[in-house]
């Protein structure tokens, strides 16, 4: 079980409501994702992946890189990227 955030860019619009759907279709046979869980507030998408694998950080690897194809593939997630990728974002302010 790997957990990651999304966040919105300044101005992003709302997390789509096919959310999950946007994500999962994404994903490859090979990140061997079993279940994604995801909760979207104002300005941070939650996520919970179930990911099989031998050990907890390649677990994390694969999470990650599944995640930000997602983002970069989805033309309705531009908006978002991971809270901890290190492009100068960061969270947004509350």
Do not use: K, N, Y
């Not at 619009?13 to 869980?37: K, V």
């Amino acid at each position: 079980m790997i957990t990651m955030r999304l966040v919105g860019s300044r101005g992003a619009t709302a997390a789509p409501d096919d959310l999950r759907e946007l994500l999962t279709a994404q994903f490859d046979p090979a990140d061997r994702i079993e279940h994604l869980w995801a909760r979207a507030g104002h300005d941070q998408i939650d996520l919970v992946l179930f990911v099989l694998a031998d050990c907890e950080a390649e677990a994390l690897l694969t999470a990650r890189a599944a995640c930000l194809r997602a983002v970069e593939r989805a033309p309705r997630l531009t908006a978002w990227h991971l809270s901890d990728t290190a492009d100068g974002d960061g969270p947004l302010p509350r």
